[in-house]
């Protein structure tokens, strides 16, 4: 159905991979099998962070924080998606798709602020290590992590209020596993010319000042490392941000080679382009999030001690 000036849309169709019904029982059994994964990965952090008194600290309590945001993202589109790889219509209700966008787009943009904020506390951690107590107190990193949090939810109301208020006409065909926002803003039949100005604004809030941060911040850190005299030193100083700097190219690498596809990349076959963008979409929503906490765990000494430590207790206490 769609909408006019005289009806209301009520529905949108989630194309996803209709084309390609043979790849859609592949990739529900992926997509399931990483989502399982995502929740196991990033459960079992949070709760060793919680559990471990060593691990109070605020660079912990950020992974906290980002471990949290992946299964708050993840669980806001892949029960969506893995419900388009089973149903032969692929349908959505208005106001379920509004949802979803609200849900997807708010966590996006807090985990890019939520970065830019760890950056900032490894900075303060290696260049100014003695007064890092002090000025990475837990009051202030309360406070950082509260304003991701709220920056993010504030910028998708307004990106969705925009969206919901856009007329759609014939068209409710989503070309997408999902609800995503540029997809919906492609169907409206109006002018967009509000909510395009805004998404600018959004991207240089949310992508490029956290970007600006993030690589402001490993400027400082890679000097400050580098006038360390001892290679043991260096290499210790190094290893707290490897992880993060890790999961920061993976996740901008990722949102930058999805938004911006060269012209012969676009050119390929209608049928390939599906796959492609597919495997690109599901990278970015859900291979992340799962790699996320085994970056963190298998590059940290104290992550892989405390997970040991509670498993060690509890096989003791079942022992028991």
Request: aromatic share 12%.
């Amino acid at each position: 159905m769609g909408r006019t000036n005289d009806s209301l849309l009520t529905e949108f169709v989630l194309v996803g991979l209709s084309s390609h019904p043979k790849l859609q029982t592949v990739f529900f059994v992926l997509v399931l099998w990483m989502y399982l994964m995502i929740l196991l990965g990033n459960g079992v952090l949070i709760s060793v962070i919680i559990y471990d008194s060593h691990l109070h600290t605020p660079m912990y309590f950020f992974l906290c924080n980002l471990s949290f945001l992946d299964i708050c993202y993840t669980s806001s589109s892949v029960p969506l998606i893995l419900n388009t790889f089973l149903r032969v219509r692929k349908s959505v209700s208005f106001s379920g798709c509004m949802v979803q966008m609200f849900l997807s787009f708010a966590m996006g943009a807090t985990e890019c602020v939520l970065l830019g904020m760890m950056a900032l506390d490894r900075y303060v951690a290696i260049c100014y290590p003695l007064r890092y107590p002090v000025i990475m107190s837990k009051g202030v990193y309360i406070l950082l992590a509260a304003g991701s949090w709220v920056s993010g939810l504030l910028d998708s109301v307004v990106q969705t209020s925009l969206a919901m208020r856009l007329p759609f006409c014939t068209n409710n065909v989503i070309n997408h596993f999902t609800c995503e926002i540029l997809a919906i803003l492609k169907l409206a039949c109006a002018d967009i010319s509000i909510n395009v100005i805004s998404m600018t604004g959004s991207n240089l809030m949310f992508l490029v000042i956290p970007l600006l941060v993030i690589s402001v911040s490993y400027i400082f850190i890679v000097t400050t490392i580098l006038r360390i005299p001892s290679t043991k030193g260096k290499h210790k100083a190094f290893s707290t941000c490897s992880a993060h700097l890790t999961v920061v190219i993976i996740f901008y690498g990722t949102i930058f080679f999805m938004y911006s596809k060269p012209k012969s990349f676009r050119s390929v076959g209608t049928d390939n382009q599906d796959v492609i963008e597919a495997l690109i979409s599901l990278f970015y929503g859900v291979v992340t999030p799962m790699l996320n906490p085994l970056i963190y765990s298998l590059r940290n000494k104290d992550v892989k001690a405390a997970v040991k430590n509670l498993l060690g207790r509890k096989n003791f206490s079942d022992g028991t």
